[in-house]
């Protein structure tokens, strides 16, 4: 039990990176009912295209801006344009096994063009510890966990507390009304995209230094937030952030005090038990539909 302080933050530091991604779940059902079942390999491409960006001799910070740019505009605008779109009309079901294609299809990409071999990324984070509590904890995680936290509340203040964040959420809860007293529901839904895009950029620049650039990584991730995001609840950002801070304590606790061999399977175990005792997730509303 002494290191458990050392777990927990750890765990709350992994865990706010799955929220990060959990929030771009959200994000995307509630404005254009769009699962993405590619969301891991968008966080996994980012560090590769800023690694790219390094290897023509650019410093970290702008390969940084060049990685979240290019993932704006492909995980973002083109993602929505080239796949979305065309496919959402045909209903949820062809559009979620389209970006499963899609997963698959950038995993192959980066493993042909780039490599198998895992690649070492540097953090913006110094590396070190800090002492708290009598204990070492290391800097990295807590700066994961700021950085993470900032842009969680960064995300939640332009939602509630900005007309734009207004206009999003008019445009999620009933686009033919919030059409009606002039808010443009397209654009609304496309920054959307965007937001998502940015968002799984900063979680690929905070997780991958601590598990390098692989071009696999992206399936225990997208797994691990889709898991956080329906254990917090599908329809509240809210409850997507508390779902991957617990599925990021859980799972830390669970490799250092069950077995590192079964430690996917707690994740999955409080999933199923959401799922049968409480579907709507911790903080989501239940939600009625007439068929």
Do not use: C
Request: net charge positive.
């Amino acid at each position: 039990m002494s290191n458990l302080l050392d777990l927990i933050v750890a765990g709350l530091a992994t865990g706010a990176i799955y929220a990060l991604v959990a929030v771009g779940f959200t994000l995307l059902w509630q404005t254009s009912q769009t699962i993405n079942f590619a969301q891991g390999e968008f966080v996994m491409l980012p560090a590769f295209l800023m690694l790219a960006v390094m290897h023509l001799g650019a410093p970290f910070w702008l390969a940084v801006l060049v990685g979240i740019a290019l993932s704006a505009l492909l995980l973002g605008l083109a993602f929505k344009m080239l796949l979305v779109d065309p496919m959402l009309r045909h209903g949820v079901l062809p559009l979620a096994i389209a970006t499963m294609a899609l997963a698959i299809g950038i995993k192959e990409v980066v493993k042909q063009f780039f490599s198998a071999e895992a690649s070492p990324f540097p953090s913006i984070v110094p590396v070190g510890d800090v002492s708290i509590l009598g204990r070492a904890i290391s800097l990295q995680s807590l700066g994961v966990l700021a950085v993470a936290i900032l842009a969680v509340v960064g995300l939640t203040t332009l939602l509630n507390r900005t007309s734009l964040g207004h206009q999003m959420q008019a445009a999620a809860q009933n686009p033919t009304v919030a059409r009606i007293i002039g808010v443009p529901v397209e654009r609304m839904i496309l920054l959307t995209f965007l937001i998502n895009a940015v968002l799984v950029a900063l979680a690929s620049v905070l997780i991958t230094p601590i598990y390098l650039a692989k071009f696999s990584s992206g399936e225990v991730l997208g797994q691990a937030a889709f898991i956080a995001a329906i254990v917090g609840g599908f329809n509240q950002v809210r409850g997507a952030i508390a779902g991957g801070l617990l599925i990021g304590v859980v799972d830390n606790l669970a490799a250092a005090y069950v077995s590192t061999q079964y430690r996917a399977a707690v994740p999955m175990l409080l999933l199923i038990l959401m799922i049968l005792f409480r579907p709507q997730g911790l903080l989501g509303r239940a939600e009625e539909r007439t068929v």
